[in-house]
């Protein structure tokens, strides 16, 4: 009997998997992290072979240890880091260099060529994305450029490129299918989201062969069946892929047009349904697509914060306020304010809305009685600031009052940064109950396709429901003050803007 649906999430830090029964409900759950390669400043790489191995590692892990034979595993989906990219040699299935990483910054310099070019509006009105080196265009085409042979082995269709999701269904699948999805080609930065395909303008301009891209399907299709020496001869369809924060858009029921949630991972994500009309944004902030379904796209705006929870990170690891990230919440409660401190975590640039990618971390109001209390607290706001800028923005483009801000995500369970994020915004944030959100969304998703589940999306009672976890937070701050903090925050990103010059 097939009893299972198994979630694949692959992210910039981990592999994972998450095995759910019918009722929705997590049976086990295995990670593994991966391994971050930074050969040069502001450079970040990935192991492809690294990702595979971990990710069909964790999914045996997860099936052995809950018992489970994959031949009761009904489908799978899978949900990626999303503008990460891998170019492997279609013969031998070896990747021809790293997966390079949507943190990496690389490629600038080629990007503020584009930006300057008359291709800039033509990106950005056909993509719905802007000419940066977050997205996964000009990352291809450093490889093309940079390794030998490259070229020319693309232009006689010796080479095959992807996305992690393109990369992790090659391999399941032994070879046998190279198909991405409509929003992880999205993120790409060549993919016309009116038209659904790849832009040819845009291919011509970076001169990348077409035969190097998949074929983009639905975000619910069967992308195909796990090859038989994967799992003890067991074919399990493949019946969704979707970039991780389509996922946990998807997850959150997020079916109607104003239906927004922000994810808080080591960046931060705020996306909001906008339906099937696309729409571009004028304050900053993406075009995207959520998924689609059965032929019909709906459409995303989306604002990207480079350095969430990646703050918290930062504090713990590299500065040792921490040991342990998670001690954030207690050491920033002993303080009742920053005592004026504005830290902008501009580390590698400013993304969603200022797209700034010269400007740099500045901390700045401090006195002789700052303390690391301060500092962390600091940190934690600097997240909230960062969201209600993108909040902000997406409220401008779309000309709607969102009342509440509904949050996912690793970071989220930081009761001191939901609180603040509440006081900043001046509206409440709904934490949900369920912490596999971009997990759930991409089960939820497969099931659906192969009709294991009926639910529509915005029926999510088959959530094994976790009331520890769901909380609401309200604002408690007066609105005099928080004007006063969100008006010396921007001053302070005024100031990491300015570094450069």
């Not at 997590?26 to 191995?53: S, T």
């Not at 940066?132 to 291809?140: R, V």
């Not at 999510?460 to 005099?480: A, C, L, Q, T, Y």
Request: charged share 20%.
């Amino acid at each position: 009997m097939k009893s299972y649906i198994l979630a694949l999430d692959q992210g910039s830090t981990s592999s994972r998997a998450v095995l759910f029964n019918l009722k929705g409900e997590i049976i086990r759950i295995a990670q593994q992290p991966i391994r971050q390669i930074a050969p040069n400043l502001g450079w970040v790489e990935y192991d492809p072979m690294e990702i595979w191995g971990t990710q069909l590692g964790i999914v045996r892990e997860v099936l052995d240890s809950a018992g489970v034979s994959p031949d009761s595993i009904a489908c799978i989906g899978i949900a990626n880091q999303r503008e990460t990219c891998v170019v492997w040699n279609r013969e031998t299935g070896k990747p021809i260099y790293n997966a390079i990483s949507w943190q990496c910054r690389r490629t600038v310099e080629m990007s503020d060529a584009i930006k300057r070019s008359e291709l800039s509006k033509y990106v950005h009105e056909n993509t719905g994305l802007i000419a940066d080196a977050y997205f996964s265009g000009t990352k291809l085409k450093w490889i093309l450029d940079n390794v030998p042979e490259a070229q020319a082995m693309a232009e006689e269709g010796l080479l095959a490129f992807g996305t992690i999701d393109t990369w992790l269904l090659w391999k399941l699948t032994h070879g046998e299918c190279h198909f991405t999805d409509c929003s992880n080609a999205s993120r790409t930065m060549l993919f016309n989201i009116s038209t659904m395909t790849w832009d040819e303008t845009i291919l011509e301009a970076l001169k990348i062969p077409r035969s190097l891209l998949p074929e983009v399907l639905n975000s619910n299709d069967l992308f195909g069946k796990t090859h038989e020496s994967m799992f003890g001869g067991a074919k399990i369809p493949i019946s969704a892929m979707a970039g991780d924060q389509q996922a946990a858009l998807f997850g959150q029921g997020a079916n109607r047009i104003g239906d927004a949630k922000v994810t808080y991972e080591n960046g931060c994500f705020l996306l909001m349904n906008i339906g099937s009309q696309m729409m571009l944004s004028s304050h900053g902030l993406l075009t995207t697509i959520a998924w689609r379904l059965n032929g019909k796209v709906t459409y995303a705006l989306e604002g990207s914060v480079f350095m969430g929870g990646a703050v918290l990170r930062w504090l713990q690891d590299d500065l040792k306020l921490l040991s342990d990230m998670r001690d954030s919440a207690y050491f920033g409660g002993l303080v009742k304010d920053t005592g004026g401190v504005y830290f902008v975590p501009a580390f590698t640039g400013l993304g969603a809305p200022h797209w700034d990618m010269d400007a740099r971390g500045v901390m700045l109001g401090m006195t002789r009685g700052t303390n690391k209390n301060h500092i962390i607290r600091a940190g934690i706001e600097a997240i909230a600031y960062q969201v209600a800028d993108v909040f902000d923005a997406m409220k401008e483009d779309s000309a709607i009052e969102m009342e509440t801000l509904k949050t996912d995500g690793q970071f989220a369970e930081n009761d001191l940064l939901m609180q603040i994020q509440s006081d900043v915004l001046g509206i409440p944030v709904e934490r949900d109950e369920f912490s596999e959100m971009t997990a759930f969304g991409i089960a939820r998703m497969a099931g659906l396709s192969i009709g294991v589940w009926q639910d529509s999306i915005s029926n999510r009672k088959i959530i094994h429901p976790n009331p520890v976890r769901g909380r609401m937070f309200f604002p408690v701050v007066e609105e005099s003050v928080r004007e006063y903090n969100r008006a010396m925050w921007k001053k302070a990103v005024e100031r990491a803007k300015r570094w450069a010059v």
